[in-house]
């Protein structure tokens, strides 16, 4: 079913994106409140815009495909995690709220407002910015995944950097990681990631 993410374009078919303009927090907050603990829409909120997302099995294949082998890499180096999957973040005096598709604490979980590492797939254009909405809410490393590369970007300030590495998981080669996800089922991925990082001295 994965085979074909690397050639994606990313022609807007896959997910259903919907922006509202002139949002108030009070309406966000009652959207999220009828919209209860059921997994979608995904809202996106930023500065009195509201994004609801409806995900594709792709999108949602994909971003559990990824979080599996973060998970599989952190196990295999000793790293304390805990996956917080689309936990609804939000702070009313930055106007910014959002879900993001995976998203990870690494150490202790108590007293966590906001995940370490929050990851997004881009598997349609349009729709809202996350990146600012995330630097808005502080978390210290995004991740995108597009058209078959991840992409890292790591909160200096009040702003997001590019960078070529990840810095909460030192050493973990996103290049190889994402090399592993066009395979035919999520189990096949696994086996042949966590056996090539035990081939890799450590």
């Keep these: 079913m ?31 409140e009828m919209r209860g603990e059921a997994p979608v829409p995904r809202l996106t909120y930023l500065e009195g815009e509201l994004e609801f997302m ?4 792709p999108h949602e294949s994909i971003k559990s495909r990824i979080g599996m082998l973060v998970e599989v890499w952190c196990l295999e180096k000793d790293i304390e995690f805990s ?5 609804t973040i939000k702070k009313k005096k930055a106007k910014s709220g959002l ?32 990146l600012d909405a995330y630097a808005k809410l502080g978390v210290k490393e995004v991740w995108f995944w597009r058209r078959g590369r991840i992409s890292v970007h790591v909160l200096e300030g009040e702003a997001y950097v590019d960078s070529a590495s990840s810095r909460l998981l030192a050493g ?11 395979r035919d089922t ?17």
């Design 2 to 32: 994965l085979a074909h993410l690397q050639e994606h374009d990313d022609t807007p078919t896959e997910d259903g994106i919907t922006v509202l303009h002139d949002v108030s927090w009070a309406d966000y907050e009652r959207i999220l």
């Design 54 to 57: 409806t995900p594709s099995l």
């Design 83 to 87: 996956a917080g999957g689309s936990w």
């Design 99 to 130: 879900e993001p598709d995976e998203c990870y604490i690494f150490g202790k979980v108590k007293g966590s407002k906001r995940p370490d590492l929050a990851i997004e797939v881009v598997w349609t254009s349009g729709g809202l910015s996350k």
């Design 172 to 182: 973990i080669d996103l290049v190889q990681l994402a090399s592993y996800l066009d």
């Design 186 to 202: 999520d189990s096949q991925a696994i086996r042949e990631y966590r056996a090539a990082l035990l081939a890799t001295p450590r």
